[in-house]
């Protein structure tokens, strides 16, 4: 019983430990926490997510973009927050995500939203105070909690 008890309060550790490392590296935009954490999402959570992403439903959005060099079409879910005119996108690991800066390069893309595809355009980086009308309390805590510095903020066409 005690080795359950141990290996129980061991692993419990290790899971503070780890979000305490997450929180730390998203709150202060450290390159080399915010590189792993956007390459366990690329290798496991995106593969898993895109395939109902943006499904009516699905909790989570995805957004079609382009490479910036490549042209390549590449699909990246997201949580997509609807406004009156388009949607906001919080950015928990920053503006260096490789969606981010094709979006901000191309400056449109499609969102496709509760099985809805919607083109956008006008990319625009804000703070969050600047859309706090669209983010429950609960998200405006998330914000303050890991830091979040900038939003995406686009336009349908």
Same mark, same amino acid.
């Given at each position: 019983?005690?080795? *359950?008890?141990? $290996?129980? /309060?061991?692993? $419990? @550790? ?7 490392? /997450? ?12 590189? $792993? ?12 997510? *895109? ?26 879910? *997201?949580?997509? *927050?609807? #406004? ?19 979006? @901000? ?19 625009? @980086? ?8 669209? /983010? ?5 805590? #998330?914000?303050?909690?890991? $830091? ?10």
């Amino acid at each position: 019983m005690k080795m *359950i008890v141990r $290996g129980v /309060l061991g692993f $419990g @550790l290790l899971v503070g430990v780890l979000f305490g490392v /997450l929180l730390f590296g998203i709150r202060t935009q450290n390159p080399t926490v915010l590189r $792993g954490v956007r390459t366990v999402n690329k290798s496991f959570w995106n593969k898993q997510a *895109i395939k109902t992403a943006g499904d009516p439903g699905a909790g989570y959005s995805k957004v079609v973009h382009r490479g910036r060099s490549s042209g390549t079409e590449y699909e990246t879910p *997201i949580d997509a *927050i609807p #406004t009156d005119d388009g949607f906001v996108v919080v950015l928990p690991y920053g503006t260096q995500a490789d969606w981010v800066r094709n979006v @901000l390069h191309h400056g449109a893309a499609t969102i496709v939203h509760d099985g809805e595809r919607v083109d956008v355009h006008r990319p625009v @980086l804000m703070p969050p105070r600047d859309i706090e009308q669209w /983010l429950s309390p609960a998200a405006q805590r #998330t914000n303050q909690l890991f $830091g979040i510095e900038r939003v995406l903020v686009v336009r349908r066409v």
